[in-house]
């Protein structure tokens, strides 16, 4: 690779500064560093994308979509737009300052899905509208792609799942899927043109087919397996209807045991249970439901019994969530 521009060869050779290449056109191709170049194969020239002024970029530039006359860019704060018409570059979208934005994805509509240590959240750059999904399945998004069919596609720490647009809901897929635990990455991501979509990890690549069907399932039945207080089973000590055990106030966990009764019984799941009294949100975890300490002593009510008072532990909803 020849480069005309003392500038750039310092960067690329002696720099230690990741530079990203992305190629807009036939014949040229950008490089993506502390500033956007356009570099011309044949003849080694060097063009230097404008900026506004003011905007340092932060840490690396990644490609979001190209597009006729406009193409857009992301690095770890916000989203920029290059008008092919005028060689410029400028910000369409600004994160909040705990954010950091690890992958972006335009979808169909145009609309932005920004994937970051804050979960996932999208920006409409027609009505300026910015919303955050939040989410107890996951906390911080590593890779997320778009395909054709209204699903946005999302790699998470050794996890994969789909948002579902219109249906506004979580998709969890598992290894009965065909889908591997991988830690993804945000780079090596792409949408086929024939619409398949691929994902890039530490173990390897993942194909997703561009009409893989997304069955909707109904709650499966739930059967309680086991439940331990202290690190001992109970089983044998539960009673009366409902079935329901008197635990000591002084325990300090209590591990329960599930099992869903459905078709599919490799499916990857999580588990979501509500502590009645403690507030009113839901958690998620998968296979087995601990109650530490802390929540046995936050949700604990005292009762008047006689001279004394008697500490008496909540109920627990538990049920399957839809993923």
């Avoid at 840490?59 to 704060?77: A, E, M, N």
């Avoid at 998470?156 to 249906?167: C, G, P, R, V, Y």
């Avoid at 899927?177 to 993942?206: A, C, F, Q, R």
């Avoid at 499916?267 to 975890?285: F, P, S, V």
Wanted: hydrophobic letters at 40%; a neutral charge.
């Amino acid at each position: 690779m020849v480069v005309d521009n003392e500038e750039i060869n310092n960067l690329i050779r002696y720099s230690g500064r990741t530079v990203n290449v992305y190629q807009m056109v036939p014949g040229s191709v950008l490089l993506l560093g502390s500033h956007i170049y356009r570099y011309d194969i044949a003849s080694g020239k060097v063009d230097v994308i404008k900026e506004e002024e003011g905007e340092d970029f932060v840490g690396t530039i990644l490609p979001v979509s190209l597009g006729s006359r406009t193409s857009y860019f992301c690095d770890l704060h916000r989203i920029y737009a290059l008008d092919h018409s005028t060689n410029k570059l400028h910000a369409v979208f600004t994160c909040g300052r705990d954010t950091l934005i690890n992958s972006v994805s335009r979808d169909e509509r145009g609309v932005f899905w920004i994937g970051s240590n804050r979960g996932l959240s999208s920006y409409n750059p027609v009505n300026h509208e910015y919303q955050h999904l939040p989410t107890t399945l996951f906390d911080e998004i590593i890779s997320i792609v778009c395909d054709r069919k209204g699903k946005v596609w999302i790699g998470t720490d050794q996890m994969l799942f789909a948002w579902l647009i219109n249906e506004k809901r979580f998709v969890l897929f598992g290894e009965s899927d065909g889908v591997l635990i991988n830690e993804y990455l945000s780079k090596p991501k792409l949408v086929s043109t024939k619409g398949d979509i691929y994902m890039g990890g530490i173990k390897g690549v993942l194909r997703i087919d561009r009409n893989l069907p997304i069955e909707s399932s109904e709650y499966p039945q739930m059967q309680l397996t086991d439940v331990l207080i202290n690190g001992e089973s109970v089983n044998d000590a539960l009673s009366a209807e409902p079935i329901g055990i008197s635990v000591p106030w002084s325990s300090k966990s209590i591990a329960i045991r599930v099992m869903s009764c459905e078709k599919d019984i490799f499916r990857q799941k999580i588990y979501r249970y509500q502590i009645a009294g403690l507030n009113e949100q839901y958690i998620d975890m998968q296979m087995i439901i601990w109650l530490c300490d802390v929540h046995l002593k936050a949700t604990c009510t005292h009762l008047r019994a006689g001279n004394g008072w008697r500490k008496v532990l909540p109920k627990i909803k538990l049920f399957t969530a839809s993923f």
